[in-house]
C-alpha cells in the first residue's frame, strides 16, 4: 500500500486580505510559517521519502519548511499548481462586481464547465491533479511521499477520487497547513486504487487560520 500525504500551503498576505491568488504568488505570513513548522513537527516521524511541491512560491517555501523537518529535498511539480484564475487573479474578493462575483462562484456552486475567463476549469484542475498523485505510483518501493499543493487543488482531487464530478459543489473545507492522506491499495472492502484515508486534519496547528473566502 502506498500512502501519500497532502499539505495546503501555510497562510499567506493575500489570503489574509482575501485577495484572490490563482497561479499568482503572495508571500507567506509569519503565521503561515509557523503553520508550515507545525507540519514539519507533525510528520517528521512518518517516514516521509519524497517533499514534491507546486512550483509557485507559496507552495515551495512551506515545502521547504517541511523538508527540512523530514530530512528531505523538495521536488517541483508544476501540475500541483492552484487553478487558474484568470481575470480575477490578484483581486480582492470585496471588490468583484456582480457580473465577475458570478463567475467566481461557478467554481464553488455546482457549475458544470464553470470558469473565470482566461482561467481553467475544475476538470482541467482535476486532470493535472490526478496526474501528479499518480506519478506517486512510479517512486520507488516503501515510498511514503508528501504533496504540497493548494486549496481548490487538493479540494478537488480528494473529491473526485471520492466519485464527485469536478464541477461539484465545493463542501470540503481544507485550512492552510491541513494534512489529508490518501492511500493506493486492494481491499475487500474498498474499490481498489485511491483510497482517502483523511482530510483537512489541523490538529497539529495552534490557531488555523481563516478560510479565505469566508467571514
Known amino acids: 500500500m502506498l500512502q501519500v500525504y497532502l499539505v495546503r500551503h501555510g497562510e499567506t498576505v493575500w489570503n489574509a486580505a482575501r485577495r484572490i491568488q490563482g497561479q499568482s504568488d503572495s508571500a507567506l505570513t509569519e503565521k503561515g510559517e509557523q503553520q508550515a513548522r507545525q507540519v514539519g513537527e507533525r510528520v517528521k516521524s512518518l517516514g516521509i521519502t519524497h517533499v514534491i511541491s507546486s512550483d509557485l512560491g507559496r507552495t515551495r517555501r512551506t515545502a521547504e519548511i517541511i523538508a527540512d523537518a523530514c530530512g528531505c529535498s523538495v521536488t517541483l511539480d508544476a501540475r500541483l499548481r492552484e487553478l487558474n484564475m484568470g481575470v480575477l487573479e490578484q483581486r480582492?474578493?470585496?471588490?468583484?462586481?456582480?457580473?465577475?462575483?458570478?463567475?467566481?462562484?461557478?467554481?464553488?456552486?455546482?457549475?458544470?464547465?464553470?470558469?473565470?475567463?482566461?482561467?481553467?476549469?475544475?476538470a482541467q484542475l482535476a486532470e493535472r491533479m490526478h496526474q501528479?498523485?499518480?506519478a506517486c505510483l512510479d517512486l520507488p518501493a516503501g515510498s511514503r511521499p508528501l504533496l504540497v499543493s493548494h486549496g481548490m487543488a487538493l479540494g478537488v482531487l480528494i473529491s473526485?477520487?471520492?466519485?464527485l464530478p469536478a464541477h461539484a459543489e465545493r463542501r470540503l473545507r481544507l485550512r492552510n497547513c491541513s494534512l489529508s492522506r490518501v492511500d493506493h491499495q486492494q481491499s475487500a472492502w474498498l474499490a481498489t486504487g485511491w483510497v482517502v484515508e483523511t482530510a483537512g486534519d489541523v490538529s497539529h496547528l495552534d490557531l488555523p487560520a481563516l478560510d479565505e473566502l469566508q467571514r
Not at 474578493?93 to 467566481?104: A, C, Q, V
Not at 462562484?105 to 481553467?120: D, S
Not at 473526485?160 to 466519485?163: A, C, D, R, S, V
Open 92 to 122: 480582492p474578493i470585496d471588490t468583484l462586481s456582480e457580473e465577475e462575483e458570478g463567475w467566481r462562484r461557478t467554481l464553488v456552486n455546482g457549475t458544470e464547465n464553470g470558469r473565470i475567463p482566461q482561467g481553467e476549469s475544475m
Open 132 to 134: 501528479a498523485l499518480n
Open 160 to 163: 473526485t477520487l471520492l466519485g
